[in-house]
């Protein structure tokens, strides 16, 4: 995400159907990251839309299990965007899902940085987000 960007709210964009999900995630990022901004998405189709705008550095929670669109089936476009775009992007995945399977797909995926297991913990984002503007 840059040095010179430390003054700069960090964008996050939650990318999952569970509003109870998305709303705790926001919660505990809130409290280890002070300079935040959040885009939520319910409809990943709607995400997509979205990400194909941006113009400056995103961290995009990605979960797995949605009914229209899975978060493999959403990687998959991306991975089909323009390379100026894939660049600002730094997807992790977040799961209930304990699938090895699932775990060793995310960890062979290049656009994928990290997975995060629901619900999101302190150590989770500490350990994946430590270097971001934190309190």
């Known amino acids: 995400m840059g040095k010179d960007n430390h003054n700069l709210p960090v964008h996050f964009v939650l990318i999952d159907d569970d509003d109870v999900s998305n709303m705790l995630a926001k919660?505990?990022?809130k409290r280890y990251i002070q300079l935040t901004e959040f885009t939520v998405f319910t409809k990943p189709e709607i995400a997509l839309a979205f990400?194909?705008?941006?113009n400056a550095p995103v961290v995009v929670l990605l979960d797995i299990n949605m009914p229209t669109l899975s978060g493999w089936d959403v990687l998959e476009k991306i991975e089909k965007f323009p390379k100026q775009?894939?660049?600002?992007l730094n997807i992790y995945i977040v799961s209930s899902s304990v699938d090895t399977d699932d775990h060793d797909r995310a960890a062979g995926?290049?656009?994928v940085l990290g997975y995060l297991?629901?619900?999101i913990t302190s150590g989770q984002i500490m350990m994946y987000?430590?270097?971001?503007?934190t309190n």
């Not at 990400?51 to 941006?54: E, K, V």
């Not at 775009?85 to 600002?88: H, K, R, Y």
């Open 117 to 119: 297991e629901k619900p």
């Open 27 to 29: 919660n505990i990022i």
């Open 85 to 88: 775009t894939l660049d600002l």
């Open 129 to 133: 987000f430590a270097a971001l503007n």
């Open 51 to 54: 990400l194909q705008t941006i």
């Open 109 to 111: 995926n290049p656009l």
